[in-house]
């Protein structure tokens, strides 16, 4: 239901147009339709005497039946009309529609006429009685001998109101039929689209909680927690932070790799201000630039590019003399350096593993800003030797494929998932915090989420908070 309200309020717009279009179209049918008025005259047959033992009753109903059957006959209807033209002053013409009705049990006779112009249609309804003898004369003289037997039980009245169209039946089926197309289009609308609009969304398809929704409204401002700690995007980071200190009573995880999908999505200023914000909490925290390909950690810090990882994977230069203290805060940085298509084959091999276990005997937590996981097997092969995985995605440019296959290939990996961060969301207080899915949808493992990162192919589990 809550998924169904969020859809419903992300494409109200196209349910409103949908619905007003719809009843403008049965309002203007409506009321193009030339108004038709309906009168009626109803006659009875006299009672008379019984004959051959049917009842006078009986005899008065067989001959309103008989008189029926042939008063809605053209040449009936013709004499009639002349008879009308002359009592009303009225242009004679042939009505709209003239309709007949006796039931044969009791001795009633119903003349309903309607037209376009209420006073022609009264007018006819009401010269059927004096017109029925001599029009059937020519049919039936003895049909016609029954007619001189009716007499007027109620006049005709003059309609007031049309009959038809029924514009407010119009309106009301239209409004009805309106809200089902429109439904059926929005849902059509939305599992077309390919994009997602809203972080619950990206959380149920990932199956993880949102740990912080961060607002993107100035792209220029990538570092606010050193630029402006006080600004609603800091807040958001604080948020993420915050999700992750308390997500075990130890602590947050001694290591976690920050990726996404794809490029484009976020994941360096992800990686960059949660580390600020963990710094800034106390903890001891070192961000290591993993992004041998596409490296930006030192952009964004102002800091030279190398040495870095690079070097200390080619092993000219040790972990410790290539980490890079900033000022005013515990955070340190870890730069990629300048690689080539060696290191980069190096970065999955077994040097690694020894390379993170040193950088994690130097800090209380270990941040690895990651390439996207569905362009290259590094953020994998390194989620398997940390302590978590915390997935990026930017809104208007994920999308739900994109994010499924993200699912599929962390799944391949025996790591926790942390959750999910989104960027460019909205920027209401409220939707800034963590957003916790249902327990049967909470994917982090409260024992496997303290593992830490060992030299092993697999985390273990902390036996002690802290240890590595």
């Known amino acids: 239901m809550n998924h169904l309200v969020r859809v419903l309020r992300r494409r109200w717009q196209l349910l409103a147009l949908v619905v007003l279009a719809s009843i403008a179209g049965a309002a203007a049918a409506a009321w193009l339709q030339t108004p038709t008025y309906q009168t009626a005259a109803v006659l009875v047959s006299t009672t008379g005497t019984a004959v051959d033992g049917t009842s006078a009753t009986q005899n008065a109903a067989q ?9 809605g006959t053209a040449p009936v209807i013709e004499q009639v009309v002349t008879q009308a033209a002359g009592a009303s002053g009225l242009t004679a013409r042939a009505p709209a529609g003239v309709s007949t009705t006796a039931d044969g049990v009791s001795p009633f006779l119903t003349i309903t006429v309607s037209d376009s112009d209420p006073q022609w249609a009264q007018a006819v309804a009401n010269a059927y009685l004096p017109t029925l003898p001599d029009a059937l004369e020519d049919i039936d003289p003895g049909i016609a001998g029954s ?4 007499t007027s039980l109620t006049a005709a009245p003059l309609p007031g109101a049309p009959a038809t169209p029924d514009r407010s039946l119009y309106l009301s089926m239209g409004l009805l039929l309106d809200l089902v197309l429109g439904f059926g289009l929005v849902v059509l609308w939305e599992s077309l689209d ?9 959380a149920r398809a990932l199956n993880l909680p949102v740990l912080g929704v961060i607002p993107q409204r100035d792209p220029k401002q990538v570092l606010p927690m050193r630029t402006a700690p006080s600004s609603s995007r800091a807040e958001a ?3 993420v932070q915050a999700s992750l200190a308390f997500a075990r009573a130890e602590g947050p995880p001694r290591s976690i790799v920050v990726t996404s999908p794809s490029s484009g999505e976020g994941v360096t200023t992800v990686a960059a201000n949660v580390a600020l914000a963990l710094a800034s909490s106390g903890h001891r925290v070192l961000l290591v630039d993993v992004n041998l390909r596409a490296p930006s950690v030192h952009d964004l810090f102002e800091l030279p590019p190398g040495p870095g990882l690079a070097e200390v994977l080619a092993g000219r230069i040790t972990p410790s003399a290539a980490l890079r203290d900033l000022p005013d805060t515990s955070l340190r940085v870890l730069t990629a350096g300048a690689s080539n298509a060696h290191q980069l084959e190096m970065l999955t091999g077994p040097r690694t593993p020894q390379v993170l276990v040193e950088l994690q005997a130097d800090c209380d937590v270990l941040i690895l800003d990651t390439p996207p996981v569905l362009q290259v097997a590094d953020a994998l092969f390194l989620a398997a030797h940390s ?3 915390l997935l990026v995605a930017r809104v208007g440019v994920a999308t739900k494929d994109r994010l499924r296959r993200a699912r599929d290939a962390v799944r391949t990996v025996q790591a926790p998932k942390l959750g999910l961060a989104v960027n460019g969301g909205s920027e209401s207080p409220e939707g800034l915090g963590p957003r916790r899915l249902p327990a049967s949808h909470r994917s ?10 060992t ?11 802290g240890s590595s």
Do not use: N, W
């Open 444 to 453: 982090f493992d409260s024992a496997a989420r303290t593992a830490p990162v």
């Open 147 to 150: 007619a001189e037997q009716l």
């Open 237 to 239: 980071y604080r948020a």
């Open 63 to 71: 001959r309103a039946l008989d008189v029926s059957r042939f008063a």
């Open 387 to 389: 302590a978590g995985i």
């Open 194 to 202: 390919r994009d997602f609009h809203d972080p619950e969304d990206m």
């Open 455 to 465: 030299g092993d192919d697999k985390p273990v589990r902390e036996s002690v908070p």
